[in-house]
């Protein structure tokens, strides 16, 4: 019989055409950052059994613009740019499980269909969306700089349908770029029951960077506006307090993850 390879589907014999290469993945971006405060009520309506709202701060949103280069260990993507390019757009809380605290990503969305392929190994619910970010640039005048003064806006868009807009204005270098994405990530991986309802597998993982260099950090003064649309539920997660808004480029790496608990035939989770 016929041995077939590759990380994800389509596999083949030779396993060339899957959607996406074996990890590790390599990242390299500017992460726009806006922290904003929500009913955390309309968070925990968001983290399924068996996770709790974070005991800190729980109403805590982080919605990120990430304008990413990316590629496999071969690095051989960076050579053909439509492999390797691409935008997205992801929304952050924070959650308990077993008394550790977690990021969590309950939205996100994406520009490339190989990081959707990426999403449903990592357990990222990723969405087709459109999005944009200023991009700064040393030279010219048709690009901020990172420093004091420099201006960005982002805009989320997905079903020909505006979600989010951000205006950030950069102030001063910052520590950090926010607190709701530093956890490591607590996501869940299901498969429907292919002959009903329920799932036939669903487990409860954990994973972040094997590795993580950045540039500095600015912190400065940010607008952010929410809207609504028939299939999104992004605008339920209201802002009610901003926290502030962060600038910072990033190199990152993926190689994997744990699994925290199953959910067994009982419905537990063990």
């Known amino acids: 019989m016929q041995q077939l390879t590759g990380f994800l589907y389509p596999r083949t014999a030779t396993g060339r055409a899957t959607l996406i290469p074996d990890p590790q993945w390599q990242y390299s971006g500017d992460l726009l950052t806006v922290e904003y405060r929500t009913d955390p009520a309309k968070v925990r309506a968001l983290l399924p ?14 919605l990120i613009w ?4 990316s590629c496999s ?7 053909d740019p439509i492999r390797s390019q691409y935008k997205e757009a992801f ?6 499980f077993r008394g550790v605290t977690y990021s ?5 969305w994406v520009d ?22 200023t991009r700064p640039h040393r030279f010219g005048q048709a690009a901020p700089q990172i420093e004091a003064g420099g201006v960005f806006g982002a805009t989320l868009a997905a079903g020909d349908r ?11 270098e910052s520590e950090t770029n926010g607190f709701v994405n530093s956890h490591p990530m607590a996501h869940h991986r299901w498969v429907h029951s292919i002959d009903g309802p329920g799932d036939a597998y669903a487990e409860l993982i954990s994973s972040g960077a094997a590795s993580f ?27 009610d307090e901003v926290i502030g808004g962060y600038y910072r480029q990033v190199g990152v790496v993926w190689n994997g993850g744990a699994t925290l608990a199953r959910r067994q035939p009982d419905g537990t989770w063990s």
Do not use: N
């Open 112 to 133: 490339k269909d190989f990081a959707i392929g990426r999403g449903i190994h990592q357990g990222y619910p990723k969405k087709i969306g459109s999005m944009h970010q």
């Open 66 to 69: 990430a304008d990413w280069q």
């Open 91 to 96: 929304v952050v809380v924070r959650c308990s």
């Open 49 to 62: 059994e068996p996770l709790d709202l974070a005991p800190e701060d729980p109403g805590a949103v982080a």
């Open 104 to 108: 969590r990503c309950v939205y996100i």
């Open 213 to 239: 260099e950045a540039g500095p950090a600015w912190s400065g003064d940010v607008d952010v506006r929410l809207f609504d649309s028939p299939t999104e539920e992004l605008a339920d997660l209201t802002v």
């Open 162 to 172: 505006r979600l989010a807009e951000a205006v950030l204005t950069l102030r001063e």
């Open 73 to 79: 260990a071969s690095r051989e993507e960076l050579l």
